[in-house]
C-alpha cells in the first residue's frame, strides 16, 4: 500500500502539449502554409457550453491557431444548422470544427453530426470515425478518452495486460475509452470491464481494477471501498457542486472521493487539473492532425 498516490497532472501534461502544438504552427507557417483554423459553432446561450467554447478559443490563441465561434439563436432551424455545417465542410480555409453539444431538443444531434464532413470532425463523433477506432484505423479520437490515453502514455503508466474497469458507458467518454484500451495497441492491450448503471456486482469489478476510469458524473461515486490498492485512478467526473464559500457559488466536483482515495491508489488526477486539461489538448492535437492531412509535407524539420 501507499501512504499516497502520485498525482496525475494534467495541467503540466496539458501544458508541454500545447507548446509542442504551438513548434508545429511555426514550422507549418514558416513553410508558407496558413496556420490551423477551428471553428466551434455554438448553438444558444447554455452557461457551461459558453465556459467550454471560450476555452477551446483561449487555447487556439495560445498555440497560434485561427479560431472561431459561429453563435446561432437556441430557436435556429435544424435546417439553417445543417446549411452552416455544410458550408464548413466545403471551406478549405477551415482545418476543423465542432457542433457544442448539447444542441436544443427541437435539431436531431444525431442528424447533425452525421452531416460533418469525417476529415473535419475533430471531436471524433462521425460513425466513420468511431468506426476506424473501433478497427485499430487512424482517426479522429474523441477528445477525452484520447487525452486519458495520452497521460498514461506520457506518464508510463503500463496499461498492457492490466485489468480496467470503466464506470460510465456514454459515446464521447466510457465507451471510447473501454475500446482504446482493449485495441492491440500503446497504450492498450488491457482486459476492459465496463460497467455502467444496470451492472451488478460493480463494487467487485471496481475491487479487482488495475486501473479505474470514473466516466458517471456522480460526485464522490468512487470512495476508498471500490479502489483496490496500488490502482490507477483516472477520475474523468466534473459536475457543479453549490458553494456558497465561493464566488461563482458553485465548485467542480468530480466521481472520485480524492481525499479518501489518494491515500490508497498508486496514481490519481485531481479534478480540476487533470482530464479536463488533457481533454482540451485532444482537441488541439486532433485539429493539428487535420492541418497535416491538408498539408501534408509540414513538420518534415
Ligand atoms: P453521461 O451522463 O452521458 O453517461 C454517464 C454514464 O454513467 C452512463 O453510461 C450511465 O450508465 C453511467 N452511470 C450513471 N450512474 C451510474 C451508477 N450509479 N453506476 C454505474 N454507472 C452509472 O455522461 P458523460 O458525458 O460520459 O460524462 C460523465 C462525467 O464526465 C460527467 O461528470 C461529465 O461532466 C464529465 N466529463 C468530463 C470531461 C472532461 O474533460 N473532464 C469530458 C466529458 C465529460
Known sequence: M????QILDGKALASEIREEVRGYVERAVRQGHR????????????????????????????VGFDSEVIRLSAH????????????????????GFIVQLPLPAHIDEQKILFSIDPDKDVDGFHPVNVGKMCLGL?????????????????TG????????????RSNIVGRPMSILLSRNARPGNATVTLCHSRSVHLRAHCQSADILVAALGRPGFVGR????PGAVVIDVGITRVADASRKSGFRLSGDVDFEAVAPVASWITPVPGGVGPMTRAGLLTNTRRAHQMRFPNTDLE
Do not use: W
Not at 157 to 168: D, F, P, R
Not at 225 to 228: E, G, I, R, S, Y
Open 76 to 95: 435556429v432551424s435544424e435546417q439553417e444548422l445543417l446549411r452552416v455545417v455544410r458550408s464548413l465542410n466545403e471551406n478549405p480555409g477551415v482545418d
Open 157 to 168: 503508466v503500463e496499461t498492457e495486460g492490466k485489468h480496467v474497469v470503466v464506470i460510465g
Open 35 to 62: 496556420p490551423p483554423k477551428l471553428v466551434a459553432i455554438l448553438v444558444g446561450n447554455d452557461g457551461a457550453s459558453e465556459t467550454y467554447v471560450a476555452a477551446k478559443a483561449q487555447d487556439c490563441a495560445e
Open 138 to 154: 487512424s482517426s479522429f479520437l474523441p477528445a477525452t478518452p484520447a487525452g486519458i490515453l495520452e497521460m498514461l502514455e506520457r
Open 2 to 5: 501507499n501512504d499516497q498516490a
Open 225 to 228: 471501498d471500490l479502489v483496490k
